[in-house]
């Protein structure tokens, strides 16, 4: 896995390029992922970047959502962002991953065209919706038990619930080489297990479950897997 190094107060400075000589113009720096080891969001970001072969072009940031060195590369303060080349700053997962998909000569992982390319981009929004509602189940039940709201969870869970059916009755769709879809699909999943283990979807959904199963094993995947931070 790219190098996580532990979250600074301080914005994150690009470091020198890699192999080649510091100062010489065709030296090129790395990309600043800000990432946490929760977050499915910027899970599925550095997956896309390890199966496109980016990883040595990218430094991984551990940064917590509330540090304020986050903000002048996220004004949202929300994880994941990225600092690209030329200091070029996105946020937000999908545009995240579609301009690392740009920077690479591997298949793509956002088909260019036709069938396969709006089933991966629906199977992202799906996934992130799923992502979205079991991020915010996590946040209420940090609240103070007296101002969490059962009926918010619920509401979120149903999202999750009927989310995950869908995905489960088109299974086969996942198939295939992997995309930003099937990977966003399994960093969801894998973020409701963890944060989630009550909500036991893979009793509901036997054949997302094993198409997990045999997805989850794709070395972007292992190098990923979500971890409480250290
Ligand atoms: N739509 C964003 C969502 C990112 C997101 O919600 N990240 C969470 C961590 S998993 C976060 O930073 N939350 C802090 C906050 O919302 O203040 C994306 O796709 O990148």
């Known amino acids: 896995m790219a190098t996580a190094r532990k979250k600074t107060a301080k914005p994150a400075r690009r470091p020198a390029a890699g192999k080649r000589a510091a ?23 550095l997956a896309v970047a390890i199966k496109a072969g980016l990883e ?18 996220n004004p949202l303060g929300k994880i994941p962002a990225l600092v690209g080349r030329d200091g070029l700053k996105l946020d ?26 709006w089933a991966a981009l629906q199977q992202q929004a799906l996934a992130d919706g799923i ?11 940090n609240r103070p038990p007296g101002e969490q709201s059962q009926a918010f969870m619920a509401k979120q869970k149903g999202k999750m ?14 198939g295939g ?22 909500f036991a979807w ?17 070395p972007f995947m292992k190098a990923t897997e979500p971890r409480l931070p250290t």
């Open 23 to 45: 100062g010489s113009k065709s030296a090129r720096k790395r990309m600043v992922l800000r990432w946490g080891p929760t977050s499915p969001f910027a899970r599925k970001c």
């Open 56 to 73: 040595k072009d990218i430094e991984v940031v551990q940064t917590n959502a509330a540090d304020p060195g986050l903000l002048p590369d």
């Open 92 to 117: 937000d997962s999908p545009l995240i991953c579609e301009y690392l998909d740009s920077l690479h000569k591997r298949t793509k992982l956002i088909p260019r065209a036709g069938k396969r390319r």
């Open 131 to 141: 992502m979205d509602a079991a991020v915010a189940c996590v946040a209420e039940r």
């Open 161 to 174: 619930e009927r989310a995950i059916a869908a995905l489960d009755a088109d299974v086969k769709a996942l």
């Open 177 to 198: 080489a992997p995309t930003v879809g099937s990977i966003a699909v399994a960093c969801a999943l894998d973020y409701c297990t963890f944060r989630h283990p009550d």
């Open 202 to 218: 893979r009793s509901k959904a036997s054949r997302l479950a094993k198409w997990l199963d045999g997805f989850a094993k794709q």
